[in-house]
């Protein structure tokens, strides 16, 4: 199996630089990005205290990755000075 998410067939491809982005995007760089686009959004609903989407964002990072969550739980904790 190959370890790139989208290979030369996907028919959306439309430009060079697309078509050698998706060539290249494997599934780590897909999954990190993801993650990364959850905790925005978590942040996002933090600030604007809508708690019933912290909760579905949360069972969604659960669902993906259990230390997802402990990410989301830490990604704003003041660090150790």
């Not at 760089?29 to 205290?49: H, K, M, N, V, W």
């Not at 579905?56 to 969550?69: G, M, N, S």
């Amino acid at each position: 199996m190959s370890p790139y998410l989208i290979s030369d067939a996907d028919l959306a491809a439309t430009t060079d630089l697309g078509q050698l982005r998706r060539a290249r995007t494997t599934v780590a760089d897909a999954s990190d990005d993801y993650a990364a686009q959850l905790i925005g959004e978590y942040r996002d609903a933090l600030a604007a205290g809508r708690t019933e989407q912290l909760g579905l964002i949360r069972d969604h990072a659960y669902a993906i990755d259990p230390d997802l969550v402990d990410e989301l739980d830490g990604f704003d904790y003041p660090a150790a000075a």
